[in-house]
């Protein structure tokens, strides 16, 4: 009789072992992958920040003024500087009046006379219309570029859904308002020390950046609550991209000031509506004056991010790689 040959095959130990060390390479493997994801994410940020700069350049060019304020009502819990008035402008919003330049030219002419009239009505063309996202205002790590639910008063006036940004301008250095909320901590107030490029009652031309276009924010990443980011409810993330100039709150959505040192998104940010901040852990990605983007950590002193945010400070403040 011949014998049959012996097949080779696992015990049931050495199949044990071999699952549990892949589930280590995998469990190695996985944090790079996050993190080269992030890293992905925080570029392609980067990117859209230097986009939207890129464009506001080119509507200075096109207008001698930088894009900015439209006809808003002062911000609620925001003590402007003496000299500051509301007037009607026109032209919507900031971020409408740069969509001229980000390949938007037809979303942004069709709503940018939304923000102030007085008989919009959500039928079918401006609900399609509000709605419309532009990925170029969309943080990758934060959020996708959708419609996220509206409230009240932009619900009645613009239907159920709205498109957002998750990039303000920035309106400027600030303290917290004592006087206004003696417990900050609570529903603090902030009191404008020194002019942004955004400026109530009027737009900003690039000779009045005295401090110096390298060294001025333009545009950064604004903060949000981490649990609001998708329910439309956060205080400083209500207003669609169009706007509605009639309602204090409105600028809130787009706007932000150097008011506390930016920091990364929480649950329960009593100041949303005012900071700056992001999703990403290793920082917040801001466009300067010139077109510069960068990534500035969460260190960052508070003296310089005020002087940062002025355009007329005259402050002396170290270069940021």
């Not at 130990?13 to 994801?37: D, K, N, T, Y």
């Not at 219309?129 to 969309?138: D, W």
């Not at 002087?307 to 790689?321: F, H, K, L, M, T």
Request: glycine share 8%.
């Amino acid at each position: 009789m011949k014998n049959c040959p012996r097949r080779s095959a696992f015990t049931l130990v050495e199949l044990l072992v071999v699952i549990a060390i892949i589930g280590i390479l995998v469990s190695l493997l996985l944090p790079a992958v996050q993190a080269a994801r992030e890293a992905a994410r925080l570029l392609q940020c980067q990117n859209r920040l230097k986009q939207i700069a890129l464009a506001c350049h080119n509507y200075e060019s096109a207008f001698k003024q930088l894009p900015g304020y439209g006809g808003e009502h002062n911000g609620f819990l925001i003590r402007q500087l003496t000299n500051r008035t509301q007037r009607p402008i026109g032209g919507g919003t900031w971020i409408t009046q740069s969509m001229l330049f980000l390949e938007q030219q037809p979303l942004a002419r069709s709503i940018q006379g939304f923000a102030r009239s007085f008989s919009i009505a959500p039928n079918d063309r401006v609900q399609r219309l509000v709605q419309a996202s532009v990925s170029t205002l969309h943080c990758p790590t934060r959020r996708d570029a959708e419609a996220y639910p509206l409230l009240p008063p932009y619900r009645e006036r613009y239907g159920e859904f709205g498109a957002r940004t998750d990039y303000a301008m920035n309106g400027g250095a600030a303290v917290i308002d004592e006087d206004a909320s003696p417990n900050s901590n609570e529903a603090p107030a902030i009191k404008i020390t020194r002019d942004g490029v955004w400026v109530l009652g009027r737009r900003t031309r690039m000779n009045a950046i005295l401090d110096g276009l390298s060294q001025t924010y333009l545009v950064g990443e604004k903060a949000m609550d981490l649990g609001k980011l998708i329910t439309g409810d956060g205080f400083g993330d209500r207003s669609p991209i169009a706007g509605y100039h009639d309602v204090p709150i409105s600028s809130h959505s787009y706007v932000r000031y150097a008011a506390r040192s930016p920091a990364m998104d929480s649950h329960g940010n009593c100041l949303e509506c005012h900071d700056f901040g992001s999703t990403h852990a290793s920082g917040w990605n801001v466009a300067f004056s010139d077109g510069r983007v960068t990534l500035i950590d969460y260190s960052l002193d508070l003296g310089v991010h005020r002087a940062q945010a002025s355009i007329d400070g005259r402050e002396i403040v170290p270069y940021q790689r």
